[in-house]
């Protein structure tokens, strides 16, 4: 089975001053791994306009999204760590310190890719390790099991 | 309790958009609301994302809603009635 991240799509610590620095960034690391094109960071920041922070799945976790048509090459995610903590509109009661972008090529792939993620962040305990780590290789390891 | 087996009718499965708005209203609710696969013995908490999104509902699952409380039977129509109505 292929990875569903790649090395190059990890990154710890990332000072970013809002939302969109956070979002870029998570994009970013999805265009750096060949998952994206460029495009696909610009309509994940829109998913957030439009839709809200829906995204927000588990406390601290987002997990910024577009659809498969909004450029993506290949399913993939990202996993992008905060230096401090961002908030999203409308949910600053909700800080956020780590973002794992999604791109799916289809709807059963974007299921999949929920679902797995979601295993990993079902509690706050596993939540709090994954936002202080950091070893690529245990992030690599855990997410493409 | 009051248990219903349903669809899930949306072409592309509970993903978070549609999971989120599901959680939204299943939180307006005293009752516990669970949801299940049928070919999953695991119940999934309604009102949590996260727990929703581990079941990877897709498009034509059968799927076991149960609500238990006071307000279980307008639960179980608003919920039942949103499942059947989201398209997104």
């Not at chain 1, 999805?30 to 998952?35: M, N, P, S, T």
């Not at chain 1, 973002?99 to 890719?113: K, R, T």
């Not at chain 1, 993620?117 to 709090?128: G, M, R, S």
């Not at chain 2, 070919?39 to 309604?46: K, M, P, S």
Request: glycine share 6%; aromatic share 6%; charged share 20%.
């Amino acid at each position: 089975m292929q990875n569903i991240i790649d090395i190059n799509s990890i990154r710890f610590g990332y000072a970013a001053t809002d939302w969109r620095e956070a979002v870029n960034e998570s994009g970013k690391l999805l265009v750096a791994a060949g998952k994206v094109e460029p495009q696909y960071i610009d309509a994940m920041i829109e998913m957030v306009e439009q839709h809200g922070a829906y995204m927000i799945v588990a406390p601290g976790v987002a997990m910024p999204h577009a659809r498969a048509e909004q450029g993506v090459k290949e399913t993939g995610i990202s996993f992008l760590s905060l230096q401090e903590p961002i908030t999203f509109p409308l949910k600053e009661q909700n800080p956020v310190s780590l973002l794992i972008g999604v791109a799916a090529i289809d709807s059963s792939q974007h299921l999949d890719a929920f679902g797995r993620i979601a295993a990993l962040i079902a509690n706050e305990t596993e939540v709090k390790e994954l936002i202080t780590c950091t070893d690529v290789m245990k992030i690599f390891t855990l997410l493409n099991t | 309790m009051i248990k219903e087996i349903l669809t899930i009718s949306n072409p592309t499965g509970l993903h978070a958009r549609p999971a989120g708005r599901f959680c939204e209203e299943a939180q307006k609710f005293k009752s516990n609301i669970t949801i299940r696969r049928m070919d999953d013995e695991q119940t999934l908490n309604g009102k949590s994302v996260i727990h929703i999104l581990t079941g990877k509902f897709a498009c034509g699952s059968k799927v076991e809603l149960a609500c238990n409380g006071d307000d279980e039977v307008e639960a179980m129509d608003t919920l039942k009635s949103l499942l059947s109505t989201i398209s997104d």
